[in-house]
């Protein structure tokens, strides 16, 4: 099968790699000019794992993971309210690797690029259903038809625009804020710290001694046009917080890029069009809110790799991939929303509240609620097979 795969994201390359194995013709596109290695923290969990040890990349993964033991979480006052050890998490969440996204996406780069041809500066500008076939214009005037086009472009596609235009977006009014800090900081290794506030939550990762993520998400919209005024209007957002996240945001260089974007979900019942399917981000983004949106691109790309082997037929392979990957996606959305409530809180009481039951749930109830939330596409699978 001729298959085009728009997108050289997560879930674009690890489609790429399950599609290849399974003996198909295959071209990557990304709009970049050249493979671009960024992304901040991310924690790869349960299945993610699973999956990238059966694309043979897990130990190459591992090699890239923070040295982190332990997870705290502190009030907006410096006050802690709980730690756990990085063995109670992985005891939780049935595993977790915390990493940079951009590592996660330079892996599965590397394994890609030397098994299918990806071709950079280049974007679909048009999709045309033919009886058989789909055609597709470029950018740079070329036409080409293909038995099958994945859409993998992540949350803003400009090509599921084409289709669906804008169906399915769900703006939540939260700002998501990084910036990866290259100055000496005062953070333990080996601990990833979160200062929740109302409204408002910063999460710090150390790198390194002279180098440390941050990340930060902010109840309705922040704008900025320059690098500059932005980081005045994180230390100001910030400034009832520990000095030390002061300090940090104040440590901000001109030369350290600050990504900002508004969070959003996408909400879409359809995920396939003719011979034209959506994956990744650009199908069913769970927000950020979800902590399963890499885990989420890999599982997509597995399920629809699989669809394709088990049914004959195109249409009828997209059919059960959107039969599976739907219910999937608005499972770990819903979460997102439930997770949202507790890490923006909209008053002092909801943040007391929060905060008491984070301090005193014990960690086995913590695990029997996380372990059902994640473990949602096994009783699905099993009941699609």
Not at 311 to 327: F, T, V
């Amino acid at each position: 099968m001729k298959i085009l795969i728009s997108g050289g994201g997560i879930a674009g390359l690890a489609a790429a790699i399950f599609l290849h194995k399974a003996g198909h013709e295959l071209k990557v596109i990304d709009k970049a000019a050249s493979f671009q290695k960024l992304g901040y923290g991310i924690s790869l969990k349960g299945f993610g794992i699973q999956i990238m040890h059966q694309l043979g990349l897990l130990e190459e993964l591992q090699s890239h993971a923070l040295s982190l033991s332990f997870f705290n979480i502190y009030n907006s006052k410096g006050k802690l309210i709980r730690s756990l050890p990085k063995k109670t998490v992985d005891e939780i969440t049935g595993g977790t690797i915390p990493l940079s996204r951009a590592d996660l996406h330079g892996v599965l780069y590397s394994a890609a690029e030397k098994l299918v041809p990806i071709e950079f500066g280049v974007q679909i500008n048009g999709i045309t259903h033919l009886s058989e076939k789909e055609l597709v214009s470029f950018n740079n005037d070329l036409k080409d038809d293909f038995d099958l086009v994945i859409i993998a472009e992540g949350l803003r596609s400009k090509s599921r625009q084409l289709l669906w235009g804008d169906k399915g977006l769900t703006p939540l009014d939260i700002t998501y804020v990084a910036a990866i800090i290259d100055e000496k900081h005062q953070f333990p290794l080996d601990e990833a710290v979160t200062f929740k506030g109302i409204g408002k939550t910063i999460s710090c990762f150390p790198v390194s001694e002279n180098q440390i993520v941050i990340q930060a998400l902010v109840n309705s919209g922040i704008k900025s046009n320059s690098q500059n005024s932005f980081k005045s209007i994180l230390i100001e957002t910030f400034s009832d917080f520990p000095i030390q996240v002061v300090q940090l945001l104040s440590a901000i260089n001109p030369k350290d890029y600050i990504f900002h974007d508004s969070v959003a979900m996408i909400e879409l019942s359809e995920l396939a069009q003719e011979r034209v399917v959506l994956l990744g981000d650009a199908g069913y983004c769970p927000s950020s809110f979800s902590g399963m949106g890499a885990s989420l691109s890999l599982l997509g790309a597995k399920i629809l790799s699989e669809s394709l082997l088990l049914s004959p037929h195109i249409k009828e392979a997209l059919m059960r991939y959107n039969n599976l990957m739907h219910p999937i996606g608005l499972h770990f959305q819903n979460n997102a929303r439930s997770t949202m409530k507790n890490e923006l809180p909209q008053n002092k009481i909801q943040a007391s509240i929060f905060s008491l039951i984070l301090r005193y749930i014990p960690v086995s109830l913590i695990a029997k609620s996380v372990g059902k939330r994640l473990s949602v596409e096994k009783e699905l699978l099993e009941n699609s097979n």
